[in-house]
């Protein structure tokens, strides 16, 4: 059904379509995720010494927690296109659905892996000692239970979102990034504290 049809719901989604609906919608999620953001510098602090230690890890920190926010992106819109053509059935038999979750986890071991290299090349150059294997271990089992948590996270915010009236392509992509900065931290300093 088009914004433009008529009846009550082409006329909820001409009002969600304009800047006012927006920024009614927007402002106060952002206004949260703020404070959320917020919290994830404190835990980063936590780990501050470990970071200092190991160059390798210090430059593995943004570049998971960007690469969880671009897979996440890349799922909500994916499935928030999905809802808007009306092809989208939340369930996991939905080939669909599979098709994405296979595409996003598929390109999240590929990058996880050219990452798990490039980290230790830089981190070598940085005077690190962390090894091959492990910082491959460390960087690919992290990046692949972020990349399933990312699935969970976008899947869920959409159906939320579209449960709760709002347009999933204005609210999804900012829960999920922020969402993911923090869980992108813990996720890769849990994994961190077990091999190291």
Not at 53 to 61: A, D, N, Y
Not at 76 to 81: G, I
């Amino acid at each position: 059904m088009s914004a433009g049809s008529d009846g009550p719901l082409g006329e909820q989604l001409s009002d969600e379509w304009t800047v006012r609906g927006i920024v009614r919608t927007l402002v106060p999620l952002l206004a949260a995720l703020s404070v959320l953001q917020m919290t994830s510098g404190t835990v980063l602090e936590s780990y501050e010494d470990q970071l200092l230690e190991q160059p390798s890890l210090l430059i593995l920190v943004p570049v998971v927690i960007g690469t969880a926010g671009n897979l996440g992106s890349i799922m909500c819109s994916r499935l928030s296109t999905l809802l808007h053509l009306g092809t989208l059935e939340f369930s996991p038999d939905n080939p669909n659905v599979r098709a994405n979750v296979g595409a996003v986890l598929g390109l999240a071991a590929t990058v996880f892996v050219l990452l798990g290299f490039a980290s230790w090349a830089i981190g070598r150059l940085l005077g690190g000692t962390l090894g091959l294997a492990t910082l491959l271990f460390i960087t690919v089992v992290s990046g692949m239970l972020l990349a399933v948590w990312v699935v969970i996270v976008s899947s869920v915010s959409v159906y939320v979102s579209y449960r709760l009236g709002y347009d999933p392509d204005d609210t999804t992509i900012p829960v999920v990034t922020n969402i993911c900065d923090i869980t992108g931290v813990l996720i890769l300093f849990g994994v961190v504290t077990v091999v190291l």
